[in-house]
């Protein structure tokens, strides 16, 4: 699924995004661009997502409890990392700015920490390693259809939808999805975790006020 992200905001931080960019966010991004460019170059990636991914059995059996952390930066391939990062770069900016780089890399990495510890006791004997940021990314998501839920995101360049519809869309996907009998080397309960923390965290952690009563009046 491809997104156009379209606001006035948007536009000015396309033109000015090398002065612009908040911190927190660039370095994410460049930290995840370094780490992913590394690994492809190594010839060791199967080694690398067993010692860095998350492998459920061996976070649980030998105590690997840094996969926890370093999964968030490990992707599987160019478009994994390309969709992870755009939508990185999408809400990442506007949030980060609003709330401020401690909040922002709090949030961020609860949620990814978080999807990462439910998935894995989900399935507590796997041995595939889980990698990327989605369940971190899919946190942000929910932040960010909360605080800006009439922002407008064309899906596919054509289809004008608001921010909240999209979240809501994404949401459902990832629930569905997550109890189905079909293989799929997409994690969805990653992301659905990532969600559900988001949600909790904004209820609870950041800023109540922030929640939109008129969010749910579809």
Known sequence: MRYQYTSAGFKQGFRHSS???????????????????????????????RSFGLVPSLFWQKYKIWQLFT???????????????FMLWVCGQD????????HFFI??????????????????HSITPIVGA??????????????????????YGLLPIKAKYVVL????????????ANQSNISHIT?????????????????????RVWYFRL
């Open 19 to 49: 002065i612009s960019m908040p911190s927190g966010v660039k370095f994410l991004l460049i930290t995840n661009i370094v780490v992913f460019i590394l690994m492809e170059l190594s010839g060791e990636k199967s080694f690398l997502f």
């Open 169 to 180: 869309g994404l949401g459902l996907i990832a629930f569905f999805a997550s109890f189905s």
């Open 107 to 124: 949030f961020y990495f609860i949620c990814g920490l978080g999807a990462g510890l439910i998935t894995v006791l989900f399935d507590i």
């Open 191 to 211: 992301h659905l975790s990532g969600m559900i923390i988001g949600f909790m965290f904004i209820c609870f952690s950041l800023n109540r006020n922030s929640i």
């Open 71 to 85: 999964y968030l930066f490990i992707h599987g391939d160019w478009l994994h990392i390309l969709l992870n990062m």
């Open 134 to 155: 989605s369940g971190a990314i899919y946190g942000l998501l929910v932040a960010y259809g909360f605080t800006y839920p009439n922002r407008i995101l064309l899906l």
């Open 95 to 102: 949030l980060e700015t609003q709330w401020g780089k401690k």
